[in-house]
């Protein structure tokens, strides 16, 4: 398991507190200058891959593995309401037959305030993707699990292979390409469909070509369904599918 110093772990809090207040990611610029005199070891936390930098919002936040690396009161309650968030979300996807889970929904389902349903969603988001239509912040927001995140059946699963990732001190695959519009909705539409496929696994081609999900949420909306959506589809179905 990775060590850290007490004074790593007491930054590590101070920026997950700071996180938690304003309830989003904390400006990199300005946590650096609160913290002038820490900057090394800044900079040795994110070689760590436990401090998070946004370089297109210039944003830092601690990553979910911190969670699992420092004892905290508040750290391990909010690990809670990311596990219910985990539980709630992959409940609800599965009972309504795999559409989108309206944000509003999934706080009621949880009895928690809307603001820290989306804390507890943008952690995680880090470790096990989803998409959402339009995004977070919007009052119609819409969540739809990938195919990563409906493979967990628990919550332990995550745990287990976050402590992994501890153990070998190394950061979870990143796409670092570029990816054009229609590649991303490629990649974001055979996501979806491996997850409905999971759930529904007679389903045709050519359903789930027209299926709600995967015009909304996957991006297929902009493509032909038989010339493009389908072939695309093709590439991950079951055998039997595409027999």
Not at 4 to 14: A, G, Q, R, V
Request: charged fraction near 30%; include cysteine.
């Amino acid at each position: 398991m990775m060590e850290i110093s007490d004074k790593e772990k007491t930054l590590l809090i101070d920026l997950f507190n700071d996180c938690h207040t304003r309830q989003q990611w904390v400006s990199a610029e300005a946590f650096s200058a609160e913290h002038a005199d820490e900057i090394e070891m800044i900079e040795s936390l994110k070689r760590k891959n436990l401090i998070s930098w946004d370089t297109v919002t210039d944003t830092y936040h601690a990553k979910f593995r911190v969670f699992l690396l420092v004892e905290d009161k508040l750290l391990n309650e909010t690990l809670y309401v990311i596990e219910r968030a985990f539980n709630n979300l992959r409940d609800l996807y599965i009972e309504d037959s795999g559409r989108g889970i309206r944000i509003d929904d999934l706080c009621k389902k949880m009895h928690q305030p809307r603001a820290q349903v989306i804390e507890a969603l943008l952690y995680l988001k880090e470790i096990t993707p989803f998409s959402v239509s339009p995004d977070l912040d919007s009052a119609d927001a819409v969540v739809i699990p990938t195919h990563v995140f409906m493979k967990y059946v628990a919550f332990n699963a995550i745990i287990d292979e976050q402590l992994g990732y501890l153990d070998t001190n190394v950061d979870l695959p990143e796409e670092t390409k570029r990816l054009r519009s229609n590649q991303k909705a490629k990649l974001l539409s055979q996501a979806v469909a491996k997850t409905l496929w999971d759930i529904y696994p007679d389903m045709t081609i050519q359903d789930m070509c027209e299926h709600h999900s995967i015009q909304q949420y996957g991006g297929a909306k902009a493509y032909d369904k038989e010339k493009t959506v389908s072939r695309w589809l093709a590439e991950v179905a079951p055998e039997h599918i595409k027999k």
